[in-house]
């Protein structure tokens, strides 16, 4: 029978020749991860459920990443919490304050392969669908049954295959495309869906670029954000892990949805406050900005600091303005001091962090006021999320954000 | 059940039903206290036990923050009602054991602060007119993970997993 890419793979992992979009199934876990904010509920849930051992404590990936170093008394013992979990379950995937961001941590490392289910307690887990990896979010109390069991049941969902065609011109992005896409079908266009992100395009991607749409899959509400691993995959696994791994394709007569798009003439995005689909292209929107964040897991990765970098050199964050650089991880981190990037956004009068979420989910640092205004290379934009409800939040990609801030409001890159 | 309702309107995300900067609670009363704080900072005066939230279509999308449903359970919110759901907060809702109603439609014939009636087994929500709405049961999976009072009870309930 024919399957699609998650069929196959769920199939795999529930051990049966074939499933079929709408059938639940009981499916074995090869990658379980939490963070220090999801972390300790999902520990507590474990504990009601009364097993002693997780099932397996090296498919266990714990990395710090939302409130790190703590910067209150509540995270400091949410993180004390984890700590000792992890020493009582001698789980080795443990990265704490000094690591990186999640979604970046867990691929550099090796923990994500192609064919694999992959979920964790945090909305952006559908990334690693960048690799051809089953990979979502779940709540915290599904983590505790995968901690206790792991399995975890699944309705197969339906596929919605993103066809993407032509090159994207000089100063656009994958991160244009995914808004554009997103702004078309809207916040719930995918909901529930396999999104596969297929064609010229996406195969000229290289695997940053696949990270970008995997990421925002859930801003329309997809259930995976898939792309089919191939050599470039293959290389950048290659020194990352040793285990073997097969990826899954879809067959050409399986049941599927087709949406294309024709990226030829796309220009740069922004996603206006207060949701992900209110997109505009930049020539459209004139706003002032308070601060500009380059950073998170769409848009934190060596790719984007180069991008940043290229654009700030020699320049000046505008007066009014203020930037925050944030690696995504210490590889990304290490990558730019190594090529002397920390140096070009210090000069520009740029706050480089350590790498974590950041402002991202207004918990940590650089949460902004009433009435200012973030535009961010982050994921969301909703009321409240960097701060004050009465705050703004604009989406765009990391050139953007470096030419925004060198002018002090929302700028095309020249 | 019956209770009075709070209209809400499309695409609220997890982020204004709790803001990022209460994650760092981890029980239902202090998580309820900044229950759907991103709107209305004093939601958790005004909504009394047993109140009911009707929302628009893709009511909790966003974050997949377990936070969210604990916030308007520990405020005894006894159901969201909502024209559709997205994915995580579905499924963390139940794993709860809070009851959501995917009622298309309902955002139009019910007005806040009216009382209504929810019929979860013969899947009918009677308004304070009269009218009655038909809405989807859950599928049988989910409603015995509900009726076992969330996904804790249901797995103690099934060893052999």
């Known amino acids: 029978m024919a399957m699609t890419m998650s069929e196959k793979i769920l199939a795999r992992a529930s051990a049966k020749d074939k499933v079929e979009a709408g059938e639940i199934v009981m499916a074995n876990i090869d990658i379980a991860m939490v963070h220090d904010l999801t972390g300790p509920l999902a520990v507590k849930g474990f504990e009601e459920i009364g097993k002693e051992k997780v099932w397996d404590r090296e498919k266990v990936v714990v990395p710090f990443d939302h409130q790190v170093p703590a910067d209150s008394i509540d995270s400091a013992n949410n993180h004390i919490l984890m700590r000792k979990f992890v020493k009582e379950q001698k789980i080795t995937n443990f990265y704490d304050v000094n690591q990186g961001v999640c979604h970046q941590v867990l691929p550099e490392l090796g923990h994500v392969r192609p064919g694999e289910v992959i979920v964790g307690a945090d909305s952006h887990t559908c990334t690693y669908?960048?690799?051809?990896?089953?990979?979502?979010?779940?709540?915290?109390?599904?983590?505790?049954?995968?901690?206790?069991?792991?399995?975890?049941?699944?309705?197969?969902?339906?596929?919605?295959?993103?066809?993407?065609?032509?090159?994207?011109?000089?100063?656009?992005?994958?991160?244009?495309?995914?808004?554009?896409?997103?702004?078309?079908v809207?916040?719930?266009?995918?909901?529930?869906?396999?999104?596969?992100?297929?064609?010229?395009t996406i195969s000229n991607f290289d695997m940053s670029d696949r990270m970008v749409l995997s990421n925002m899959t859930i801003e329309m509400g997809g259930k995976v954000g898939l792309c089919e691993a191939d050599k470039k995959t293959d290389e950048y696994l290659k020194g990352r892990t040793d285990k073997p791994y097969k990826g899954f394709t879809t067959d050409k007569d399986a049941s599927f949805e087709t949406i294309e798009f024709d990226v030829s003439n796309l220009e740069p995005q922004v996603a206006c406050p207060h949701h992900v689909d209110n997109v505009k292209p930049v020539s459209e929107v004139s706003k002032q900005v308070d601060q500009?964040?380059?950073?998170?897991?769409?848009?934190?990765?060596?790719?984007?600091?180069?991008?940043?970098a290229k654009i700030l050199k020699g320049n000046k964050v505008a007066d009014g303005t203020r930037m925050l650089v944030i690696p995504a991880s210490k590889e990304v981190y290490t990558q730019c001091l190594d090529e002397g990037l920390i140096k070009i956004f210090v000069d520009a009068g740029a706050?480089?962090?350590?790498?974590?979420?950041?402002?991202?989910?207004?918990?940590?640092?650089?949460?902004?006021?009433?009435?200012?205004?973030?535009?961010?290379?982050?994921?969301?934009?909703?009321?409240?999320?960097?701060?004050?409800?009465?705050?703004?939040?604009?989406?765009?990609?990391?050139?953007?954000?470096?030419?925004?801030?060198?002018?002090?409001?929302?700028?095309?890159?020249? | 059940?019956?209770?009075?309702?709070?209209?809400?309107?499309?695409?609220?995300?997890?982020?204004?039903?709790?803001?990022?900067?209460?994650?760092?609670?981890?029980?239902?009363?202090?998580?309820?206290?900044?229950?759907?704080?991103g709107l209305d900072?004093?939601?958790?005066?005004?909504?009394?036990?047993?109140?009911?939230?009707?929302?628009?279509?893709?009511?909790?999308?966003?974050?997949?923050?377990?936070?969210?449903?604990?916030?308007?359970?520990?405020?005894?919110?006894?159901?969201?009602?909502?024209?559709?759901?997205?994915?995580?907060?579905?499924?963390?809702?139940?794993?709860?054991?809070?009851?959501?109603?995917e009622a298309p439609g309902i955002t139009e014939k019910v007005f806040e602060g009216e009382k209504i009636n929810i019929d979860l087994e013969n899947g009918i929500i009677k308004t304070e007119s009269g009218e009655e709405v038909e809405f989807k049961k859950l599928p049988p999976f989910m409603l015995n993970i509900l009726n076992t009072g969330g996904l804790i009870p249901w797995i103690k309930n099934n060893p052999d997993l």
């Not at chain 1, 809207?186 to 064609?199: H, I, L, N, R």
Request: hydrophobic share 35%; proline share 4%; with cysteine.
């Open chain 1, 186 to 200: 809207g916040a719930d266009g995918s909901t529930y869906k396999a999104c596969e992100f297929v064609g010229q």
């Open chain 1, 351 to 414: 706050l480089v962090t350590n790498p974590c979420c950041g402002p991202c989910l207004g918990g940590h640092v650089g949460l902004i006021g009433p009435d200012e205004v973030s535009l961010s290379t982050s994921n969301r934009n909703f009321k409240g999320r960097q701060g004050s409800p009465e705050g703004e939040v604009y989406l765009s990609s990391a050139k953007v954000a470096a030419a925004s801030a060198i002018k002090g409001e929302i700028s095309l890159p020249e």
């Open chain 1, 129 to 184: 669908g960048a690799l051809g990896t089953f990979a979502t979010g779940i709540g915290s109390t599904d983590m505790a049954m995968v901690f206790a069991t792991g399995k975890l049941w699944f309705k197969v969902p339906e596929t919605i295959r993103y066809e993407i065609t032509g090159d994207l011109k000089e100063n656009t992005s994958a991160k244009d495309l995914i808004l554009n896409i997103i702004g078309n």
């Open chain 1, 292 to 308: 500009v964040f380059l950073g998170s897991c769409t848009n934190g990765r060596i790719e984007d600091m180069r991008d940043a």
């Open chain 2, 1 to 37: 059940m019956e209770g009075k309702v709070w209209k809400f309107g499309n695409d609220i995300d997890t982020d204004v039903i709790l803001p990022g900067r209460y994650l760092i609670y981890n029980d239902e009363e202090n998580l309820s206290k900044h229950c759907m704080e």
């Open chain 2, 41 to 101: 900072a004093d939601f958790d005066k005004k909504a009394q036990k047993g109140d009911i939230i009707v929302g628009g279509t893709n009511f909790g999308c966003g974050s997949s923050r377990e936070h969210a449903p604990m916030a308007i359970k520990g405020l005894g919110i006894s159901a969201v009602v909502a024209e559709s759901f997205a994915r995580i907060f579905y499924r963390n809702a139940c794993n709860i054991g809070v009851p959501l109603v």
